[in-house]
T-cell receptor
Framework: DAEITQSPRHKITETGRQVTLACHQT?????MFWYRQDLGHGLRLIHY???????NKGEVSDGYSVSRSNTEDLPLTLESAASSQTSVYFC??????????????FGPGTRLLVL | KQEVTQIPAALSVPEGENLVLNCSFT??????LQWFRQDPGKGLTSLLL?????REQTSGRLNASLDKSSGRSTLYIAASQPGDSATYLC???????????FGSGTQLTVLP
């Protein structure tokens, strides 16, 4: 079955370190997204991509970067981790179906703690 | 800027009750609205998706309605069960850009 996976599932790091969170989907979807979830804020969009070599900034992109070298993967990099980036990170992918409906499918999340 | 609000933030009901979760959004120019379920430590599972031209969608004991003009959606859960305990999130897909804006969720507990 097609799926979307994230690794690692849990990560502890120190402030100032570079961290990369992996996202891999086997749906063959063109669209991929990264969100962070914090108490009281729901999910907020960090970056998104509509295809290979396409990347766009979302609502809370400062301190994060992504690159899209193939259809399956969209790694999220924290250039210099800060305590404010402690959060749960979700990756999602989507495609517009023949009916014109677009549904996003979410990975299980990565829980990141920055000390 | 689109803002999505969910009230209440938490709800506890006895098993068997029918209940309604509320979602409101500030910009009516939406492409669709989705309701998601999130279990602790897990990702999001899509429950229902309502296109902007639709008024409601049903799946089993779940019914979601959409009133775009007033910026409101409700998720109705009939005959609640302990297995329904989870956080329910609504999200709107903006018409101008294919990006989801989420509410902060309603944490539902169904007591046996």
């Amino acid at each position: 079955d097609a799926e979307i996976t994230q690794s690692p599932r849990h990560k502890i790091t120190e402030t100032g370190r570079q961290v990369t969170l992996a996202c891999h989907q086997t749906w063959n979807h063109n669209n991929m997204f990264w969100y962070r979830q914090d108490l009281g804020h729901g999910l907020r969009l960090i970056h998104y991509s509509y295809g290979v070599h396409d990347t766009n900034k979302g609502e809370v992109s400062d301190g994060y970067s992504v690159s899209r070298s193939n259809t399956e993967d969209l790694p999220l990099t924290l250039e210099s981790a800060a305590s404010s980036q402690t959060s749960v990170y979700f990756c999602a992918s989507s495609e517009i179906g023949s009916s014109g409906i677009e549904t996003q499918y979410f990975g299980p999340g990565t829980r990141l703690l920055v000390l | 800027k689109q803002e999505v609000t969910q009230i209440p933030a938490a709800l506890s009901v006895p098993e068997g009750e029918n209940l309604v979760l509320n979602c409101s959004f500030t910009d009516s120019a939406i492409y669709n609205l989705q309701w998601f379920r999130q279990d602790p430590g897990k990702g999001l599972t899509s429950l229902l998706l309502i296109q902007s031209s639709q008024r409601e969608q049903t799946s089993g004991r779940l019914n979601a309605s959409l009133d775009k003009s007033s910026g409101r959606s409700t998720l109705y859960i009939a005959a609640s069960q302990p297995g329904d305990s989870a956080t329910y999130l609504c999200a709107v897909l903006r018409g101008s850009a294919r990006q989801l804006t989420f509410g902060s969720g309603t944490q539902l507990t169904v007591l046996p």
